[in-house]
């Protein structure tokens, strides 16, 4: 038995690559920003849409939970394919008149990312805090969305790790005190602004107690990191049912990032390469297919002389801003159904300066 034991975990410490796949569970976090039809197309779904989107969760059977379920279901490897979380980030107005009616009227548990700013100053844009505490006697839940709403991952001209790290640690601070002045139970969780992280900042917001969303889509699934959980973002253009139920039929592509380590590129950079180690699991590598935001697929190259390694690389360099490279494979189990890893890129100005919006 010992030697077994032993034998065990020698395998496990020198072996590169990742483990099989443990369970087949999956569930789904759905981002959106405006629910209206007055707001900008890019970040807005029409209250007739939500609609509809809320009628197929019912029809379908899905169990719309609270986003600490499906987190607590994520870290215990307890996910059971049928939860959805649903989530708005940035506490607009039509969050408050237009989405929650309609949650509400259902019972359905929803959260909200609060960057505070934009609720201190109160604008007219944005909820306000009766509205937020209304919303979370209510079955809403809020999380922390920075005080600044800024590019977090960004460092100004001239600042030092440790300037940057205390003034981005002073953000979210700032907001958590906010919202632990104003509601009643605020969420430890965290959803960065415009999806943007690097290892420098998820570093930072786990060492603030914290596990973190971005805005790459993708099912949850175990080996998913906790400080850079998938949202499914539903607006203009990905908002029809056909989207909805696509993103719905996927499981999460459980891979290793090789390289490279962070997705900040130089300015003015080729197109990255992307290596992956994809794990076992029930999908056909043999079929799997990377696309780039904008660009099409990618190409792929398997390394020959590393299992189930490839490297994946658009064919054109990326544009100035945030771009994605999303890898795909049919289930062997399961018609229509597809894993999926969509994976960050941050390109910043030709000057090095990080871009607007
Ligand atoms: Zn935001």
Not at 100 to 118: C, G, H, K, S, Y
Not at 201 to 208: E, F, G, H, M, Y
Not at 250 to 277: G, M
Request: aromatic residues 10%; neutral net charge.
């Amino acid at each position: 038995m010992r030697s077994i034991l032993l034998v065990f975990l020698v395998t496990t410490i020198v072996t590169t690559s990742p483990p099989a796949q443990t369970t087949e569970g999956a569930a789904w976090i759905l981002l959106y920003h405006h629910v209206s039809n007055t707001t900008p197309e890019a970040t807005s779904i029409t209250p007739e849409m939500f609609d509809e989107h809320l009628d197929f969760l019912a029809r379908n059977e899905y169990r719309v939970v609270s986003l600490s379920e499906v987190v607590t279901r994520l870290v215990s490897d307890e996910l059971d394919s049928r939860s959805v979380a649903i989530t708005f980030d940035d506490a607009y107005k039509s969050v408050y008149t237009q989405a929650f009616p309609r949650l509400r009227e259902r019972r359905w548990p929803f959260t909200i990312f609060v960057n505070t700013d934009a609720v201190d100053r109160k604008s007219n844009a944005y909820v306000s805090w009766a509205q937020l505490r209304e919303m979370e006697q209510a079955g809403g839940s809020i999380g922390n969305h920075s005080r600044s709403h800024a590019h977090l991952a960004a460092h100004r001209a001239n600042e030092s790790s440790e300037q940057w790290r205390a003034r981005v640690s002073a953000d979210i601070v700032h907001a958590r005190q906010r919202l632990a002045a104003e509601l009643e139970q605020p969420l430890a969780l965290f959803a960065y602004p415009y999806g943007e992280f690097t290892p420098e900042l998820t570093a930072l917001v786990r060492s603030l107690g914290y596990r973190a969303f971005g805005q790459q889509s993708g099912p949850l699934g175990w080996g998913v990191a906790e400080l850079a959980i998938p949202r499914i973002p539903l607006a203009h253009g990905f908002a029809d049912l056909a989207s909805l139920s696509e993103k719905l039929r996927t499981r999460h592509l459980p891979v290793r990032v090789l390289q490279p380590a962070s997705p900040v590129l130089q300015p003015n950079a080729a197109a990255p390469t992307l290596e992956l180690q994809i794990a076992t699991g029930p999908f056909d590598l043999s079929q799997l297919a990377c696309y780039v935001s904008n660009q099409g697929r990618a190409k792929l190259n398997w390394r020959a002389d590393e299992p189930r390694v490839v490297q994946v690389k658009a064919t054109r360099a990326l544009p100035v801003g945030r771009s994605k490279y999303t890898c795909t494979a049919p289930a062997t189990n399961a018609p229509g159904v597809y894993y999926w890893y969509s994976h960050l890129w941050l390109q910043p100005q030709p000057d090095g300066s990080w871009y607007d919006g």
